[in-house]
């Protein structure tokens, strides 16, 4: 089955790197044979029409939104404000799908429409990464397009009822390292001990992050960011030699490790897992009397939400992504989504007796 998606990415790879080949003759076509444009002409047309059209980060590095401008001046879906209002209601439909065995199986899909939609079609800008890090300059009275905000102040309310669903189901940068991930890989890359180093860096990072901003009052990640250099390939687009680096770090720790910007550095996932320690908030908790302790909920989580320590397993909800692969796992319906109260189980005590724990 995972051939097929990878098939279906191959081919929108195909589809961008044409799209790119034909915008390049027509701008040469243009550039060279009609009109003989002096700098003078282009410059205001470039920096004030070009740019101020689109709703700008704070601090954006300009070369970049050059690069970009020529794929959103041209599609036709539209300002970035629809795409945000495209990703939050995908968001609200994978919570619905997600809670149905059923439609569960419609994951891959949705990785696959985040990926090509979010990602290589619209050259992954915005972003739920640059719609937060517009809301911590927008605190701090930077000059901010309110609009630009919406994506990630969007997520929280539906973070709230249906889960971590934006993260499982169309995360176009988790689609990516989802679809690179090799799932026989080294058993280190899925200790717990590893789960646990990757929370502390990431848990620095954005305090980094926050840092940063305050101190410059601009946004940087996006000259930096990896992810705009691979969903951009068709562009050319100039990217530092940072970006590359990390590119090349992003590739090779996907195939060997579960998502490993989720993980590592995205500050989207930490905050809205947040939210799952809310009271009536989305969960996923153990039921009392149909658990057997057998333990193949915690081998199907493959981003280490459910880890085990001797002889208990413990469901963290900041972690989980709602894929609903632990639910499905379960042959005893042991799992289910519920509300966090004060009681929910998500601690479970695996017996001493299964037959499963000589393993
Ligand atoms: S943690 Fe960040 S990068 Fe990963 S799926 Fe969630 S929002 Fe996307
Ligand atoms: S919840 Fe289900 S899969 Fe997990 S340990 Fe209990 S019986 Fe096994
Ligand atoms: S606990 Fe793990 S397997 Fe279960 S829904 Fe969350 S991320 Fe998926």
């Known amino acids: 089955m995972y051939r097929f998606y990878i098939a279906i990415l191959a081919f929108l790879l195909v589809l961008t790197f044409h799209n790119s080949l034909a915008q390049t003759d027509e701008f040469k076509s243009f550039s060279e044979d009609s009109v003989a444009v002096s700098d003078d002409e282009f410059k205001p047309f470039s920096e004030e029409t070009v740019v101020s059209d689109s709703l700008k980060c704070a601090g954006c590095p300009t070369t970049i939104c050059q690069n970009t401008k020529p794929t959103s001046l041209n599609y036709s879906w539209g300002s970035p404000l629809l795409i945000t209002i495209i990703a939050l209601c995908l968001t609200i439909l994978a919570g619905i799908f997600v809670r149905f065995r059923a439609t569960r199986n419609f994951r891959i899909p949705f990785l696959v429409v985040g990926i090509g939609f979010f990602g290589f ?55 990516l390292q989802e679809f690179l991930f090799k799932p026989k890989s080294k058993a280190w890359f899925r200790s717990e001990r590893t789960a646990i180093i990757l929370r502390r860096i990431r848990y620095s990072l954005l305090v980094a992050l926050i840092v940063q901003l305050v101190i410059m009052d601009k946004i940087f990640w996006c000259s930096i960011d990896p992810f705009m250099a691979v969903f951009n390939i068709k562009l050319n687009y100039n990217y530092e030699w940072v970006s590359g680096i990390l590119l090349v770090a992003l590739v090779v720790t996907s195939i060997f490790s579960y998502r490993p910007f989720c993980r590592t550095v995205c500050p989207v996932g930490i905050l809205l897992g947040w939210i799952a320690a809310i009271p009536g908030a989305s969960i996923i908790g153990y039921k009392k009397l149909a658990c057997t302790s057998c333990k193949s909920c915690n081998d199907s989580c493959d981003i280490n939400a459910i880890l085990r320590r001797k002889r208990v397993s413990f469901l963290d909800n900041k972690e989980c992504i709602a894929c609903g692969n632990c639910i499905d796992s379960c042959s005893n319906c042991g799992l289910d989504f519920q509300r966090k109260t004060k009681f929910n189980r998500v601690v479970l005590f695996l017996r001493r007796s299964s037959k499963h724990l000589k393993n």
């Open 121 to 175: 079609y619209n050259g992954a800008c915005p972003c739920m990464i640059s719609s937060f890090e517009n809301l911590v300059l927008l605190v701090r009275r930077v000059e901010v397009n309110w609009l630009n905000t919406l994506w990630f102040l969007g997520l929280i309310p539906i973070t709230y009822i249906f889960g971590k669903v934006w993260c499982g189901w169309v995360c176009h940068l988790g689609a």
